[in-house]
């Protein structure tokens, strides 16, 4: 077992403090959260780090694959399955596993809207363009 790398991560309902644990001569490091699988698990149970890692994860991968959504040869429903094979899933992992709230939906709900007037575009109504809202 190497020292250095094993942590581990104690949940209780009551509040605890960091303390080591010493096995046969080893320190392991008490830790408040940590990542398995791409996901983030810590003490609190709570996913709202989980989720702003997602969305940032969601905006690295639309930003990789910018030339592809800003090209004026590449039409709109090829940018829909490109945004729902590849940007989606990223946001998405793990997501079976997530007890939502209103304000987590939410943020979701913007990121995608986000994504989606980017593709999408302007609209063009009385010869005049206007920029969509999440109105």
């Known amino acids: 077992m190497n020292e250095k ?3 581990y991560l104690k949940s209780t309902k009551k509040e605890t ?3 080591s644990l ?3 001569n080893l320190q ?3 830790v408040q959260q940590y990542k398995y699988l791409e996901s983030i698990i810590n003490v ?3 996913i709202e780090e989980e989720i702003k890692e997602r969305i940032a994860l969601g905006t690295k991968a639309y930003y990789a694959n910018l030339k592809f959504f800003k090209s004026r040869l590449v039409t709109k429903q090829s940018k ?3 945004y729902r094979t590849v940007i989606r899933p990223v946001v998405t992992y793990a997501s079976q596993t997530w007890a939502l709230k209103e304000a987590i939906i939410q943020k979701l709900l913007v990121f995608e809207r986000k994504i989606l007037r980017r593709i999408f575009g302007s609209t063009k109504e009385n010869q005049i363009r206007r920029v969509k809202t999440n109105e």
Do not use: F, V
């Open 28 to 30: 392991i490091e008490q």
């Open 5 to 7: 790398k094993t942590k």
């Open 44 to 46: 609190s149970k709570s």
């Open 22 to 24: 010493n096995i046969n």
């Open 17 to 19: 403090r960091n303390e």
């Open 80 to 82: 829909l399955k490109l």
